[in-house]
């Protein structure tokens, strides 16, 4: 007896349990008839062209990272400063001055200083008129002495406005206050009780601004910015 027959017939019936694959279907493990199998990342992988998750697209900052040529927010580039806030070395409002910036108080002396002079000069061409008219007596003569230094006291301020030492104005102002305690000294001794009165209120009055004067002169704020 032959055994081809039965194992032809095995074969048959071991082809025809097989279910037929429908039409347009794709052996397990390939893609699909017309489906690149690149086109499709694996399963908790992304493909080529999208990017993992919590990672931006290509071309796009992340939300941390400004894009090129942009700072993050509260940082500013190199060499510029927040708005209000000055730089390092340059205090702002309030603060330090620059050296080249001149202080209020210079300025204050300076004009104290011009305007002391010139009342001076003033009290002083009076007192000069009044002795060329005949009032010769030592208050008048002393007073007249002031002129010099209404001078002094004006090109001092004047120096001082352009940064020179302020020692002319001070210098000055001292002047000023030491002819007036003078003449006072020689209208207590020479004059009436009455006479007496009117100098010291006169006296007392004008050497108000050349005291302040001096004072500011001499202000820490003053020689610091001449000095600098």
Known sequence: MSTGAPLRRAGNRGRSSRAPRPSGTAPYGQPPYGQSPYSQAPYSQAPYWQPPYGQPPYGQAPYWQPPYGQQP?????????????????????GGWQSPRTRPTVVTSAG??????GALTALGSLVMLIAALSGERDA????????????????????????????GLLFGSALAAIGVLAVA?????????????????????????????????????????????
């Open 111 to 116: 004009v104290l200083g011009i305007v002391t």
């Open 73 to 93: 927010y509260g940082q500013h580039p190199y060499g510029q400063h927040p708005y209000g806030q000055a730089p390092y070395g340059h205090p702002g409002y």
């Open 139 to 166: 208050v008048t003569t002393l007073l007249i002495l002031g002129l010099p230094c209404a001078v002094g006291l004006i090109a001092g301020g004047v120096r001082l406005l352009q940064r020179h030492a302020p």
């Open 184 to 228: 006072l000294v020689a209208g207590m001794l020479t004059l009436g009780d009455e006479d007496r009165v009117a100098v010291a209120v006169f006296v007392l009055f004008a050497c108000v601004l050349p005291a302040i004067t001096a004072v500011f002169a001499r202000l820490r704020a003053v020689t610091h910015w001449v000095g600098g």
